[in-house]
């Protein structure tokens, strides 16, 4: 029996590496002068809580808490299925009127500040 020859060709995996190159910033880092501290204070927007928005929030805080009593009333009075619906969306209702309450105290705690 002839023995084959078995050739097996050797290929090169071409890799393709770039040199990175590090770039260094030509602006130097320096601390603001006194008068460029002045002038951003100065220029600074302050935080208010405007009436508009102190009703906004005050408006959908009361609609979430309606919303949650409602569901918390009606996980009370069905059974079944609806009851862990009920159970659900007063836990979602609950959680956004919480939230509104947060604002609210930011809200109040921003007017005491400002005065």
Sequence with gaps: MAKKKTTKKKTKKKTSRKATKTVKSSKKTSKP?????????KTRKRTYASRRKLKLVINNFILFAILFLISLIFYF????MM????????IL???VAVAF???LLIFVF???LNK
């Design 33 to 41: 002068s006194e008068a460029q501290i002045a002038k951003a204070i």
């Design 77 to 80: 009075v069905f059974d079944g």
């Design 83 to 90: 009851e862990n619906l009920f159970f659900l969306l007063a």
């Design 93 to 95: 209702f609950g959680f």
């Design 101 to 103: 309450v947060i604002v």
């Design 110 to 112: 921003i007017k005491l």
